[in-house]
């Protein structure tokens, strides 16, 4: 069974850092592209950061790039998100998810997520 | 803001059929894919490429797709299918490198 199971959420200040983490289980993690999508208090989801399966190939949303670093440890199956310079408007559930993508069928979606850890970005 | 876009909110009356619609240019290029997301829980996939479902998924979900438009259409809907549903795919734009839409609230009624 695919498991993600996030960690490392929290209340930090503004201009603070905070470091997450996603332990996955249950398939080959060093096989698959991951991700982080966030969803603040009422609103949608937002994609954050991609990572593919060699770290190779990395990429950020607009919003975060520049003060956050997406990276993983395929040797311990992890996923981590660092969060520099946090704002309030960072203030969301994390999630981590495994990605699927064929260009060859034009297909690109998230198979599985985690339950989320939530990072609350105040003074 | 999004560029996938979708109406805010829907309703459907109990055992009727309801679609879902997602616009973008993103979809000329790439097909979307759907999720549910119930109070307090993760999002799950219902829908992905042409018109796959995972297992589990009831067939009474299904996605269909022309031109800029995405759509998922629940046939029969259920009390259990109220809930948040949101589509994503990869960017065509070079802007990021993935989208998803604003979500849809379902309301079965």
């Known amino acids: 069974e695919v498991q993600l199971v996030e960690s490392g959420g929290g209340l930090v200040k503004p201009g603070g850092s905070l470091r997450l983490s996603c332990a996955a289980s249950g398939f080959t993690f060093s096989s698959y592209s991951m991700n982080w999508v966030r969803q603040a208090p009422g609103k949608g989801l937002e994609w954050v950061s991609s990572i593919s399966s060699s770290s190779s190939y990395i990429y950020y949303a607009d919003s975060v790039k520049g003060r956050f670093t997406i990276s993983r440890d395929n040797a311990k199956n992890s996923l981590y998100l660092q969060m520099n310079s946090l704002r309030a408007e960072d203030t969301a559930v994390y999630y981590c998810?495994?990605?699927?993508?064929?260009?060859?069928?034009?297909?690109?979606?998230?198979?599985?997520w985690g339950q989320g850890t939530l990072v609350t970005v105040s003074s | 803001s999004s560029e996938l876009t979708q109406d805010p909110a829907v309703s459907v009356a109990l055992g009727q059929t309801v679609r879902i619609t997602c616009q973008g240019d993103?979809?000329?290029?790439?097909?979307a894919s759907w999720y549910q997301q119930k109070p307090g829980q993760a999002p799950v996939l219902v829908i992905y490429?042409?018109?796959n479902r995972p297992s589990g998924i009831p067939d009474r979900f299904s996605g269909s797709s022309s031109g800029n438009t995405a759509s998922l259409t629940i046939t029969g809907a259920q009390a259990e299918d109220e809930a948040d549903y949101y589509c994503n795919s990869r960017d065509s734009s070079g802007n990021l490198y993935v989208v998803f839409g604003g979500g849809t609230k379902l309301t079965v009624l």
């Open positions: 993103s979809l000329r290029s790439y097909y």
């Open positions: 490429g042409k018109n």
């Open positions: 998810a495994r990605d699927f993508w064929s260009p060859h069928t034009a297909t690109y979606y998230f198979d599985y």
